[in-house]
């Protein structure tokens, strides 16, 4: 039905999609063939560079929109059979010229200037490739997607990392750069003539002035959409892509527990493989995967219903999956998770004197991980993922009698993924996804299939996107659910809104692979905004943004809740940023996923919150960030909400930096499952005074722009005071009830993360690791230590887990190796 509906829309709506890029100047740049390669040294010496026409006369983006640049830049394009060329002559006066030292891809908010070039190999306005060098030549790359939400800089997948070659050069007049991108790193269509879509930004950190060749305006929605065009490259093939990535890892781990220390040696090895199975897919595997060396993941005290989400650091996961992620059904952290049985094993133990645990690993091991993906001519994106996680078993052991016992913990299981993604004329597109994951025995499987579309009209204003997915469990308990949205959104201009409306039906469950909070939802949401994107007499921008939203239970239908909200953003003119929010859900609401009892809800109290957040110039040494945020809850003897934020960035030169940032809140009238039931198991609620803070100490030292060390130590705590106890009515009303003593809870983690990468060779790299971590099961008496800072004298003074580990990933490039060895033959 819903297919149909869709399929209908897009008859109708399509013919109106036409590639025209009205209020948009396309400019025209023609690339060069070159029988010689420059040499990459960055001072654009080489006499081949004189055949390219120099392309100028850069337009501000920001801060000040369609204004010529008030810096020169020329750019120039060579190719050959196996690479494209690029150099650019950036003038400016060589003192002011900004020059930190950055890691790779951490140029945006950092005290440097940056050339990038932006490649849109099959014009389809959508996706594309950057390339991005700083004046200290840290390279930075990316994948260019639609379906990335980025807060500083383009729609980029920064964990996105390609094989290219770049340099630096100061002049009297400014810096002059060079880069050799090879088609190796490249996707493009064996068309005799290549079309390409093109851009260049300059961005000088002194100005704060972010330019490009072909402008790019803010008031047009898109960016991809705004490139130039590339002409003139002709007769290229598309080479074999063929490359291994051997490692090997080693180390030690020492982890305290109750009945002493485990002490390990860490010894492992594997190899990635990227294969060019044509000119337009890839295809990406990893044997025997090894991800110890990621940062730490942001652990706390969760007290909600729902389940933490964990960012994903792992690269296999994050580098080049656009695809996978575009409908927002791939979670990748449930491969590889904590098995589902290791915290029974734990529980059975410590219920019973006789048990000790043997063995009981934390992680499921990933046997294989696989990645098919790519775009062809007809700008049809096919993706494929396929992961299988290996058995996972306990041991523990009866001290009694002396036998031992392997429990599975965790099945063999086969995770599936398969995207097409179909980008039509302008920005619109049609996607078909479906994720599968696959389990040995009798535990559950599930399936999710998904249709999304989004249309976009000619001239690039509006926007119809809807999406229909379908959810099958097969269990001893099967069950299926569905989910459909359905959105109208004004996208370009000084004025936009949109207006949505979901469903979630009670038994959608698509979390096998992906991550939904709470199914059985029907909303609707309106928002609305006024964007003032070129400078007035007081700002260099400004935004005033209104949202409501109404939400009920899709069944038995029944209202939940209503939120109002509106936010002042101001862009100051000396770069300091200020926002203002008001958010309120004003009157009572029906919370029917607190109690963690189907069928019930509880009433949760309105409540009105106002923030503010802002911060200072980012190009100074010191560097501030603030939030402060107030809410009361007038129907609970004025409850008070306090929250607040600080972030403190000091650069002590173009080598090093530090930043201290600090986050915490109090609710004094926290109301909430208070983890107790009767005897007849019915839900106990408290009302609680909750408080949590959390440091964050990060550093950045580079020594060269190949090699850096990284460090992050975080801790965060929990403090947990109840203050009374209530029994919940069939309406959801809360009925007084006698106090339970032992309930507050005190809660510590701590991790420490240090971390130094060499990129020796292109493409290989050692990296060296050092991690500290406080045991989860370690607990802190909170009666005793009742202030943050006793807290975190305890745990830094408690015996921690250490882990230190060496990896080495050499990369093998087929084409290199070949010319290697016809350069031999030759001799």
Same mark, same amino acid.
Request: proline content about 4%; aromatic content about 14%; glycine content about 6%.
């Given at each position: ?35 010689? /390669? ?74 440097? +200037? ?46 996105? +990392? ?65 490139? =130039? ?92 999956? &656009? ?73 523990? &052991? ?16 086969? %995770? ?51 999406? /229909? ?11 299926? =659910? ?23 039906? +009670?038994?959608?469950?698509?979390? +096998? ?30 935004? %005033? ?53 189907? =069928? ?25 960030? /603030?939030?402060?945020? %107030? ?46 039931? &009767? ?70 983690? %701590? ?77």
């Amino acid at each position: 039905m819903y297919k149909l509906i869709y399929l209908a829309l897009l008859l109708v709506l399509t013919p109106a999609i036409a590639k025209t890029q009205q209020g948009i100047i396309l400019r025209k740049a023609a690339a060069v063939r070159t029988s010689q /390669a420059p040499k990459i040294d960055g001072k654009i010496g080489d006499s081949v560079w004189q055949q390219a026409t120099p392309l100028t006369d850069f337009i501000i983006n920001s801060p000040d929109f369609g204004k010529p640049s008030k810096l020169n830049t020329k750019v120039w394009v060579l190719y050959d059979d196996v690479a494209l060329y690029i150099a650019a002559k950036l003038q400016d006066d060589p003192k002011l010229i900004r020059k930190q030292l950055t890691a790779r891809d951490g140029e945006q908010r950092q005290d440097v +200037d940056y050339f990038a070039a932006y490649i849109d190999t099959y014009n389809d306005n959508q996706n594309g490739f950057q390339f991005a060098v700083t004046s200290r030549n840290v390279q930075s790359d990316g994948r260019l997607s639609p379906s990335i939400q980025s807060q500083f800089g383009p729609p980029s997948d920064y964990s996105w +990392d390609a094989v290219w070659e770049s340099n630096v050069q100061f002049t009297a007049d400014g810096w002059t750069l060079e880069m050799r991108i090879p088609y190796i790193s490249l996707r493009f269509s064996k068309a005799v003539e290549q079309a390409w879509g093109i851009n260049f930004q300059r961005f000088s950190r002194r100005l704060n002035e972010s330019s490009y060749w072909n402008s790019i305006d803010p008031n047009e929605a898109g960016f991809v959409n705004q490139f =130039g065009d590339l002409t003139g490259i002709s007769g290229i093939e598309p080479p074999l892509r063929l490359s291994v990535l051997p490692y090997v890892t080693a180390g030690f781990r020492n982890t305290p527990t109750n009945k002493g220390n485990v002490k390990e040696t860490l010894r492992n090895g594997g190899m990635d493989l990227k294969w060019g199975v044509n000119e337009s897919f890839t295809l990406d595997a990893t044997l025997v995967p090894d991800f110890g060396q990621v940062i730490s993941d942001n652990v706390i005290l969760n007290l909600s219903p729902f389940e933490v989400r964990f960012q994903e650091n792992r690269p296999f996961f994050t580098e080049g999956t &656009e695809l996978f992620n575009k409908a927002g059904l791939f979670y990748s952290r449930r491969i590889g998770l904590t098995p589902r049985g290791y915290w029974g094993i734990k529980n059975q133990v410590a219920n019973d004197p006789n048990l000790k645990i043997i063995n009981n690993p934390g992680v499921t091991q990933l046997i294989n991980a696989s990645k098919f993906s790519g775009r062809n001519k007809k700008n049809l994106g096919i993706a494929v993922f396929n992961a299988v996680s290996a058995p996972m078993f306990a041991t523990i &052991e009866n001290t009694a009698t002396g036998k031992r016992e392997n429990i599975e913990t965790e099945p063999l299981t086969n %995770y599936n993924l398969i995207v097409l993604d179909q980008a039509l004329k302008g920005r619109s597109s049609v996607t078909f996804t479906n994720t599968n994951v696959v389990r040995s025995g009798i535990s559950r499987d599930a399936n999710v299939s998904a249709l999304d579309f989004a249309l976009f009209d000619k001239n690039n204003r509006y926007s119809l996107a809807g999406t /229909a997915r379908y959810s099958t469990i097969k269990s001893q308990d099967p069950y299926d =659910g569905f989910t459909t949205r359905l959105s109208f959104r004004k996208v370009s201009g000084k004025v936009q809104f949109s207006l949505a409306q979901s469903v979630e039906s +009670d038994r959608y469950d698509p979390n +096998d692979l992906g991550y939904l909070q709470a199914p059985n939802e029907f909303n609707t949401i309106l928002n609305a905004s006024y964007n003032q994107f070129t400078p007035t007499k007081r700002f260099l921008s400004y935004r %005033y943004t209104l949202k409501a939203s109404n939400s009920y239970l899709y069944k038995p239908f029944a209202w939940r809740e209503v939120e109002i909200g509106a936010t002042a953003f101001y862009f100051l003119k000396n770069f300091w940023d200020v926002n203002i929010q008001y958010l309120a859900k004003p009157i009572w609401q029906n919370d029917f996923f607190e109690l963690r009892t189907p =069928g019930r809800s509880v009433r949760s109290m309105p409540w009105h919150y106002v923030g503010f957040t802002g911060s200072t110039d980012s190009r100074k040494r010191f560097y501030l960030g /603030a939030e402060a945020g %107030y809410a009361t809850t007038p129907a609970f003897n004025n409850a008070e909400f306090i929250r607040y934020e600080f972030s403190f960035r000091y650069r002590f030169n173009d080598w090093f930096s530090l930043t201290l940032s600090s986050e915490g809140s109090r609710d004094m009238g926290n109301v909430g499952y208070a983890f107790r039931r &009767e005897a007849n198991g019915e839900p106990i609620i408290g009302w609680r005074d909750v408080f949590q803070q959390t440091t964050i100490l990060t550093g950045l030292l580079n020594f060269t722009p190949r090699m850096f060390l990284t460090l992050r130590a975080r801790h965060y705590w929990s403090r947990v005071t109840y203050e009374k106890f209530f029994n919940v009515d069939a309406k959801g009303y809360w009925i007084d009830r006698p106090f339970i003593a032992g309930v507050d809870n005190n809660y510590n983690a %701590y991790n420490l993360d240090v971390f130094y990468t060499w990129d020796f060779m292109y493409g290989s790299r050692l990296i060296i690791g050092w991690k500290n971590w406080m045991p989860l099961d370690y607990s802190i008496d909170g009666s005793r230590f009742q202030s943050y800072s006793k807290n975190l004298r305890e745990v830094l003074t408690t015996q921690q887990g250490k882990e230190l580990t060496a990896r080495l990933i050499y990369f093998l490039d087929y084409q290199k190796l070949k010319k290697r060895n016809k350069s031999q033959s030759a001799q």
